[in-house]
């Protein structure tokens, strides 16, 4: 047997942090001042953290079910063009007009638990790890777990800072750096927003210290010893993917105040140790020849398969799984069929998040044997002045018909395993049915105000819904996934084209020196390689390969939209489209190309004869200030009193 002790992980030198700022609503007391080494109370923190380590998919409210879903609560695909949301007296229209400020946001993620707003919420975690590591990284600290449980207890601290530094800089950009524990005394005069680059920098130390933690950290998902649903080193490696990736994009690219800049070059060696990191410890795409454990589910695609399953706790036959949220245990459930459902669905209350005619034309056509694809539009004009689709010459040559019964045949696999559409057939167990959405059908449009059950797009979610879940036949669908291997496969793909200029020059494979002790017990140092040489067309039709997808032959720009069009489909519905969408824009752009308009298709039925009619839904959430959210006003007041600084961000007041 060999144990191994990483000593050497990446080259990059990450620049001295400036600020060391606390930028929170209140001081958070010294919850151990007076127990110092009462391990149980560390815990109890670390366990408070958790609760903050869950996703948002469906932005949770303080009421409603403690699941993936929430009854009061809005599919962030909404608030994008994934979809448009059907209930017109909820916060999400308030969104569509423009009429959201820095008093009501309903981005800001209300917690469940606390009843805080996201920026409160995410910075008492923050307090929670530094204070929990202020104890267990006291070297006078007697405890009764082992040495093994304890470390996992460090590196988790470590773990969740930096998801939590991540969800704060995607949403608000820089933010204080809190390095410490804050005591009763701290002064908060001398609270700065750090910058986007510095922030990132402390989020990769975070990382690396929480990888820091030798063989007491895993590789897979698991609760682990102390009874915690761990963040894995897949898990973490992830989080300083994703965060090197958005530190490079063009709206964070320039924020870097004096440290190191994330180049793409830089986040395209973060990215490549990351998804050679996983891959050569045991991870890899759900595809064909995976053991699926659920026999009644043959028929299905992979991508149908992965998402109506949940996590089995220590890998198993999951293989991409990399972070399934959890509630200690309890897995977070998705409830599309209730509240994103048809209304034939027993107990069906709302058709919620439902799909733009923008999310169904980014699927691409093929042609009749499958050898080839093509995107259904032109990507780098997909629409018209006046909003008619500008589709591409092969498309119409692989027989697409736009708006005719012929517009969902031969599609990508993952349109039919992604959204119901008019005509599809729907399979139960002993029964099928076919999924009406034109003017009366069995789940037919309705633009009506007082209509929450009936789609307003002409389409419905599929992606995590079983068709098997009702009141009577119990929920049975599938689970939500924070991050999955798929992730790391596109975000290098997209770091290595920006960083390369092309998309076949290859990154290297990952070196890493280890120490390994042999049977002997005499301990050596080894340069360990993982991965192969990798381009990002490689990466991108590995994601492909997986659904039977042509690989993208494209070259130069072509290639790139391509790219960002693979993300878009590859990871919808997944809490990726809000961000990409603006992280790709400059600071001075805005999201007229995508928020600013979305569009729905009305089917009507007379004498056995459709007609099919695109129409419009218009926006006022596309201006520059909504690239970022606001920062609570409450927040800015205080901050603005205590520091002289306005706390802001630009457009918002």
């Known amino acids: 047997m060999k144990r191994m002790k990483y000593i050497l992980l990446l080259t990059l030198s990450a620049a001295a942090l400036l600020f060391a700022g606390a930028g929170c609503q209140k001081e958070m007391d010294s919850e151990l001042d007076d127990r110092a080494g009462d391990m149980r109370s560390i815990y109890e923190l670390l366990a408070r953290a958790y609760e903050h380590l869950k996703s948002s998919f469906y932005v949770p409210v303080e009421t409603g079910p403690a699941a993936g879903f929430t009854a009061g609560g809005y599919m962030m695909a909404a ?80 773990a969740l800072r930096a998801y939590c530094y991540l969800q704060l800089v995607k949403r608000w950009g820089g933010v204080p750096v809190l390095r410490e524990s804050l005591g009763k005394d701290h002064d908060y005069s001398k609270d700065k927003r750090a910058s986007f680059a510095q922030c990132v920098d402390f989020i990769i130390e975070s990382c690396d210290k929480a990888l820091s933690a030798d063989e007491a950290l895993q590789w897979r998902q698991r609760l682990s010893s102390i009874g915690l649903p761990e963040l894995s080193r897949a898990a973490i490696w992830t989080i300083k993917s994703q965060a090197a990736l958005y530190a490079a994009s063009p709206l964070w690219a320039d924020d870097y105040a004096g440290t190191e800049k994330y180049t793409w070059a830089r ?116 629409y018209n002045a006046d909003g008619t689709p500008n589709i591409s010459q092969k498309a119409r040559d692989f027989g697409y018909v736009d708006c005719s019964d012929k517009m969902y045949l031969n599609r990508d696999p993952r349109f039919y395993a992604t959204i119901y559409y008019d005509g599809v057939m729907v399979k139960l167990e002993n029964s099928q049915y076919g999924v009406e959405t034109f003017v009366g059908g069995n789940c037919g449009l309705s633009l009506s105000p007082s209509s929450r059950r009936n789609t307003c797009t002409g389409y419905y979610l599929r992606k995590f819904n079983n068709a098997q879940s009702s009141t009577s036949g119990g929920n049975k669908d599938g689970y939500i996934r924070m991050f999955r291997l798929a992730e790391l496969y596109l975000n290098f793909a997209e770091a290595a084209y920006r960083a390369y200029g092309n998309a076949d020059q290859q990154a290297p494979a990952t070196e890493v020196l280890e120490i390994e002790e042999g049977d002997d017990g005499e301990k050596v140092e080894k340069l360990n390689t993982y991965g192969t040489p990798m381009s990002a067309r490689e990466a991108v039709n590995a994601v492909r390969a997986r659904v039977g997808m042509p690989g993208v032959a494209d070259n130069g720009d072509a290639f790139w939209l391509r790219l960002c069009n693979e993300r878009r489909v590859e990871l919808a519905f997944e809490e990726h489209r809000f961000f990409d969408v603006r992280r790709w824009t400059t600071p001075d752009g805005d999201l007229s190309k995508t928020d600013k308009r979305v569009t729905g298709m009305r089917i009507e039925e007379s004498n056995g004869q459709k007609t099919y009619t695109r129409f419009p839904f218009d926006r006022q959430s596309y201006t520059s200030k909504f690239l970022k959210y606001p920062v609570s006003l409450d927040e800015v007041r205080k901050m603005l ?13």
């Open 641 to 653: 009193s205590l520091t002289g600084d306005n706390w802001q961000n630009d457009g918002w007041n």
């Open 267 to 382: 986040a395209a060696e973060i990215t490549k140790q990351a998804l050679d990191l996983c891959t050569g410890h045991g991870l890899a795409l759900f595809d064909a020849a995976t053991a699926f454990p659920d026999e009644s589910a043959t028929g299905l695609t992979p991508y149908d398969k992965f998402f109506l399953t949940s996590y089995p706790g220590s890998g198993g036959w999951d293989t991409e799984t990399i972070y399934q949220p959890t509630n200690y245990g309890n897995q977070k459930q998705s409830l599309v069929w209730q509240y994103a459902g048809m209304p034939i669905d027993d107990g069906q209350v709302s058709a919620g998040a439902c799909p733009t005619q923008e999310m169904v034309d980014a699927y691409e056509v093929l042609n009749a044997d499958g050898s080839e694809s093509t995107p259904l539009l032109d990507l780098a004009n997909p």
């Open 79 to 158: 608030y994008c063009d994934e979809a448009q949301e059907v209930t017109q007296s909820s916060a999400v229209y308030d969104w569509y007009r423009g009429g959201v400020s820095a008093t009501g946001m309903p981005l800001w993620w209300n917690n469940e638990n606390s009843g805080s707003e996201r920026w409160s919420g995410l910075f008492n975690c923050i307090f929670s790890c530094n204070e929990a590591l202020k104890y267990l990284e006291d070297p006078s600290l007697k405890t009764d777990y082992e040495k093994a449980q304890q470390d996992l207890m460090i590196a988790q601290a470590y």
